[in-house]
């Protein structure tokens, strides 16, 4: 079987065994399903660990090496403006399709609640204790944060918000480098290369494994979940789906369509498998290694132009993580019948796309900006208890949208530069496999 059938066999079956789990084999009337649920927590476990133990060297090295080569001519500030120009744009269309689908289908109105036993929730309590010490800092200091003072313990707590500050170094570095090296053969080019191509090795000794954790990380969410986990939420849940499959299958295929003149189903079908792991793993930072491996060798982009992007993109380009956001925000305003001016409401498009690039690519990571983004505009924050129940399965289809957006926006800034500077990716590029 190839690769992609095997995951997606992994995760029809995960669903199927998690729900007859779920309904027919509860833990409390058979123990022996508590220790495959815990042998299937091991085996997710031991797969997410894998990939997440060579992001940060492989963020470092593929950055580094993708600005270095980049920064040696022209190509540098031609992709990374492309970049930056199409993150805003489909950032920026995210945000709106949120407001307007929530504005026109109303999902919060009239849903009944119990306030007292919502503030007192141990995860609300965690979520607003992570959002005040965000909002506690001035402006310029979210700036100033971007500069590690210490790149090694940012790399150290890169799951814990650092991650854009080690992208940031290896961004600085890389450019330097760019100007103090000058042949391909240096030692410093080939030590990242190697670093590179060996973090790229642990991730193939991963995917061995890849079917199996993907049945176990999706077994034991159907089996915890069962198929009733949207509860009185599903209108807001089917609400977030619905501007998410908008922003992919219209705002993305135009995209696709309209400037990189490319068949957006053709080019949709060659991402299934990304599309399938950012699902299941519900990480943009889990995702990046198989979605670089696509972005070279399925689509066949220039190398640099996808170890700059998809780097950056993983924690930059959050366009899914800013529609939910957008959405959950005006949500909540519905459900505690504040009525959002449209000042307010501009407030909420432009603080959902910063949001957006702030949040960190693990699960869970957009729920503190949003709570900053609510008390911005009057909502009790308190409110973001009413989602926590459906948050892991629309972590599951943002994560999907963000990572498939990073392989768009590659795609899209290789179409938009201009063929002098993509003829000298392509010959460099051949040079390489030449040698």
Not at 53 to 72: N, Q, R, Y
Not at 152 to 165: C, N, W
Not at 222 to 249: E, H, S
Not at 362 to 373: M, N, S, T, Y
Request: proline share 4%; glycine share 10%; aromatic share 10%.
């Amino acid at each position: 079987m190839k690769q992609h059938d095997k995951l997606l066999l992994g995760f029809v079956l995960g669903v199927t065994f998690g729900l007859i789990g779920y309904y027919w084999l509860p833990a409390k009337d058979f123990p022996v399903m508590t220790t495959f649920s815990e042998v299937m927590t091991f085996i997710g476990a031991t797969f997410l660990r894998l990939i997440f133990m060579v992001v940060v060297p492989l963020i470092l090295s593929a950055l580094m090496l993708g600005t270095m080569e980049l920064g040696k001519g022209a190509g540098l500030g031609k992709v990374a403006g492309r970049s930056l120009l199409f993150t805003i744009l489909l950032s920026g269309t995210s945000v709106i399709i949120a407001v307007v689908l929530t504005n026109i289908l109303k999902p919060g109105a009239g849903l009944v609640f119990d306030k007292v036993a919502l503030a007192q929730n141990a995860g609300v309590l965690s979520i607003q204790k992570n959002a005040m010490a965000t909002q506690a800092k001035p402006w310029y200091q979210y700036i100033v944060d971007l500069l590690p003072q210490n790149p090694i313990d940012s790399a150290a707590r890169a799951f814990s918000g650092e991650i854009v500050a080690v992208m940031v170094f290896a961004l600085f570095f890389g450019w330097a480098l760019s100007r103090v090296i000058q042949s391909d053969d240096h030692p410093t080019k080939q030590v990242l290369e190697s670093i590179f191509q060996a973090c790229m090795k642990i991730i193939g000794l991963a995917m061995v494994i890849a079917p199996y954790a993907i049945f176990g990380i999706v077994f034991n969410t159907a089996y915890r979940m069962g198929a009733g986990f949207l509860g009185n939420v599903a209108y807001y849940a089917l609400v977030v789906v619905i501007g998410l499959l908008l922003q992919f299958f219209v705002v993305y295929a135009l995209f696709i369509w309209g400037v990189a003149r490319t068949n957006p189903f053709r080019f949709f079908a060659q991402c299934k498998e990304v599309y399938l792991y950012a699902f299941t793993t519900a990480s943009s930072n889990a995702t990046l290694p198989v979605a670089m491996a696509c972005g070279e060798k399925v689509l066949k982009l220039p190398p640099k132009i996808v170890r700059f992007v998809l780097t950056i993109g993983a924690s930059a380009n959050q366009n899914g993580s800013a529609l939910f956001e957008g959405v959950t925000v005006i949500f909540l305003a519905q459900v505690f019948g504040i009525d959002l001016t449209i000042g307010q409401q501009v407030i909420v498009v432009l603080m959902s796309m910063l949001a957006g690039v702030g949040t960190a690519g693990v699960p869970g990571g957009a729920l503190p900006l949003i709570v900053v983004v609510m008390v911005q505009v009057g909502i009790p924050p308190e409110g973001i208890g009413l989602v926590l129940g459906v948050d892991r399965f629309l972590d599951m289809c943002r994560t999907t949208l963000n990572v498939g957006g990073d392989l768009v926006i590659a795609k899209l800034v290789t179409a938009s530069v201009d063929e002098k500077t993509l003829a000298a990716l392509n010959d460099e590029q051949a040079t390489v496999k030449a040698a």
